[in-house]
C-alpha cells in the first residue's frame, strides 16, 4: 500500500517537474524579430556593374568574390541577435522592416561599386538609315 502511494506522489511529482520545465523554456523564449534584404537586387546591382567595369575576367572574379564575402558578413550581422533575414521575394503580406538600405550602405562602405569603362570612340561616324535613303543609298533605283 505504502508503494502505491509513493508511486502516486512520484508520477505527481515528475508531471510537475515536467509542466514548470516545459513553462520555463517556452516562456523564456521570445518571438523572432523578422526584416526583409532585397538581396537579389543588391547583388544584381554590383553584377551589373562589374559587366559594365571593362574589368578582366580574373580582376572581376576577385572583386566579386570580395563582394560576395563582405555581403555574405553583413547579413549574418543583421541576423544576429535574434532577428531572422528573408529575402524580399519570401514575404508575401505583412509589415515587415526593409533592412535592404542599411545593408547596402554597410557593404559599399567597406567595397567599392564597380566604375563604368569609358564608351570607345568611332573614328568614322556610321550614317544613320534616314540619312542614307536621302542620298539615294538603298532606293532601288537603277542607273
Known amino acids: 500500500m505504502w508503494v502505491d502511494v509513493a508511486l502516486v506522489f512520484g508520477l505527481v511529482g515528475i508531471v510537475c517537474w515536467g509542466g514548470w520545465v516545459t513553462k520555463s523554456l517556452l516562456g523564456s523564449q521570445q518571438s523572432p524579430h523578422f526584416v526583409k534584404l532585397q538581396l537579389q537586387g543588391i547583388i544584381s546591382e554590383y553584377l551589373q556593374a562589374q559587366a ?51 545593408i547596402r550602405r554597410k557593404v559599399y562602405a567597406q567595397v567599392a561599386m564597380p566604375s563604368q569603362a569609358a564608351a570607345p570612340v568611332n ?5 544613320d538609315a534616314a540619312t542614307m535613303m536621302s542620298q539615294g543609298a538603298g532606293n532601288g533605283d537603277a542607273q
Open 52 to 102: 559594365r567595369s571593362g574589368n578582366s575576367d580574373i580582376v572581376a572574379a576577385q572583386e566579386t568574390a570580395h563582394f560576395m564575402g563582405v555581403l555574405d558578413k553583413a547579413v549574418a550581422e543583421a541576423g544576429s541577435g535574434g532577428s531572422v533575414v528573408l529575402v524580399n521575394e519570401a514575404v508575401i503580406g505583412g509589415s515587415i522592416p526593409d533592412v535592404t538600405a542599411q
Open 123 to 127: 573614328e568614322q561616324p556610321q550614317g
